[in-house]
DNA sequence: GTTTATGGATACTGATACTATCCATCACAG
DNA sequence: CTGTGATGGATAGTATCAGTATCCATAAAC
């Protein structure tokens, strides 16, 4: 297959798959003389997987490639796998809450970590998101909202038992990280629409006057 | 307050707040001559709110505009407030499933909405998020994740409920409408930024050998 | 044997979210 | 009442990101 046809059936742009080729997110053909390579299955699954990170969960190409990239190494324990999905979901971001409030919100999000017995570093990348965003919430004076942190958390600590429980019916280590990768970042872009949508159905039922 | 003591409050600088200004996303302070305004508590407020949902929730600055102009307009129904904010919580995304897997998708997500029952409108923003995500679980080869989203869909749906509860507790239309785009909005942030630490937490005890 | 496609390199583009610079006031300290 | 610094408003410039476009020499297809 060559870069013509595989643009054909994975509807990406040749250019576009020239620019992931530069970037290294795909990796190149197999040359057969200087100006013909040949491309096959991988490397339509692999742009497939490319154009779902990029184009359906958003996540940045420099991410997508050092998320490809140690899915392609296979001495990166799974855990510093779910580690490189976890930092191309969260932007380092700037402090938007008030000082006192990130104080309080501090607090909160240590207890109720230690109350539910997770196990997590102090510079899990999703920690001062979280954190930042409890503050948010109080900043907003929308305090009421952060009472149903603990249901969420509910939610969430079930959400992690399925997934393992899904994931782990997958036999090759090769084949468990690539499922745990998509499961974390495309999970997200599912978990968040289909929120979305519960929303909409509900403030449909509730709200069709107001 | 001048505009420095704005920015020295808020931590936001003024060439920022000026763009803010120019954009619309920031109401101009009172003019007492042509070249001195003043800001108050709402400004500081607004700020903030414009602050959290730019850098905390990512949501584009021109996004943050619509939202904004419809809170301040109290003859937009509220229904359609959760509709604004759902808009900028789900980019037009272009399709990356192949054709297949998206029939296959779009029944599955269609009788997922019969059985709860849900009323959805057909150009609901995150149906086509919903069902195009589905759909690259499935040509990614990830159709055993898909079975989860029953569960998710749980989770999700008392998520809207306990919302709409904490949510009502605000007295006035405008508090309330502003409550209903925050939680939207930030909500969805505290939600990914819990999943990822409780991912991290399941992740450590389980994986942390391979 | 001419038209079309390809690999590889380099340059350009459009969108987004700011930053920077100017300038004519304005406020206020001295 | 004058000099210093901040301000409002306008306009221009910048950085980053994710592609697009263009070239060219070569290879493939008809």
Redesign the interface.
């Known amino acids: 297959m060559r870069i013509g046809e595989l643009s054909k059936v994975t509807?990406v742009p040749v250019p576009t798959i020239k620019y992931y080729l530069r970037e290294g997110l795909l990796p190149a053909g197999e040359l057969s003389s200087p100006n013909q390579a040949s491309y096959g299955e991988p490397h339509v699954?692999r742009l497939?997987?490319i154009?779902?990170l990029v184009?359906?969960a958003?996540v940045p190409v420099a991410q997508v490639k050092d998320i490809l990239e140690s899915l392609d190494s296979d001495d990166v324990?799974?855990?510093e796998q779910?580690?490189r999905a976890?930092r191309a979901?969260?932007?380092t971001?700037?402090?938007?809450?008030t000082e006192e409030a990130r104080i309080a919100a501090t607090t909160q999000v240590t207890d109720l970590?230690t109350r539910r017995g997770?196990?997590?570093?102090p510079e899990?990348?999703?920690?001062a998101?979280?954190i930042?965003?409890?503050a948010?919430?109080r900043?907003?004076s929308?305090d009421?909202?952060v009472?149903?942190?603990d249901?969420?958390?509910d939610?969430?600590?079930?959400?992690?038992?399925?997934?393992?429980e899904?994931?782990t019916?997958?036999p090759t280590?090769d084949q468990l990280a690539?499922?745990v990768v998509?499961?974390?970042i495309?999970?997200?872009?599912?978990?968040?629409?289909?929120?979305?949508?519960?929303?909409?159905?509900?403030?449909?039922?509730?709200?069709?006057n107001?």
């Open positions: 509807e699954r497939r997987l154009r779902a184009e359906l958003q324990p799974l855990h779910i580690g976890h979901l969260t932007p971001r700037k402090q938007t809450a970590i997770w196990t997590v570093e899990a990348p999703a920690l998101t979280l930042e965003t409890v948010a919430f900043t907003l929308q009421n909202l009472t149903l942190l249901a969420y958390a939610a969430v600590d079930s959400f992690a038992a399925l997934e393992i899904a994931v019916a997958n280590r690539e499922s998509i499961g974390t495309l999970g997200e872009t599912l978990i968040s629409s289909l929120r979305l949508l519960a929303q909409e159905s509900t403030s449909a039922k509730h709200w069709k107001r």
